[in-house]
């Protein structure tokens, strides 16, 4: 199945149910947000195909990193322009733009965090 991200052009594949662990994306903090998304171990952008290798342990990091910028509480502190939360998002950016494994899916993340860069990080 693929379907959407809401606000974004990432589309997200299910290869597996939530019971899987996310799929090999390590558990933590974004857990629940990764389940609620339905991410499991492969996303792609636009007519990328999917991949069904597991992602690098610096993604799976990226990927909680991430989820935790982009959903409550955290989020609501990006939006009020926090500077610690506004440094980590940064600082993700940053992690994502320069990992040089796993590029397909740090370039999926990164395209997310651009998205909240652009309209909390100045």
Excluded: N, W
């Amino acid at each position: 199945m693929s379907r959407s991200m809401p606000g974004s052009s990432v589309d997200v594949v299910d290869v597996g149910s939530a019971g899987e662990g996310l799929g090999g994306f390590a558990a933590g903090a974004g857990q629940a947000a990764a389940e609620g998304f339905g991410l499991a171990r492969c996303a792609a952008v636009g007519a990328l195909a999917p991949t069904r290798t597991p992602p690098s342990p610096a993604t799976r990091r990226l990927l909680t990193e991430c989820l935790d910028l982009v959903t409550a509480p955290l989020l609501d502190d990006v939006e009020d322009g926090d500077p610690a939360a506004v440094a980590r998002l940064r600082a993700a950016d940053e992690a994502l733009r320069t990992q040089a494994e796993d590029r397909h899916r740090a370039d999926v993340l990164r395209g997310l965090i651009a998205t909240y860069l652009k309209d909390y990080g100045s």
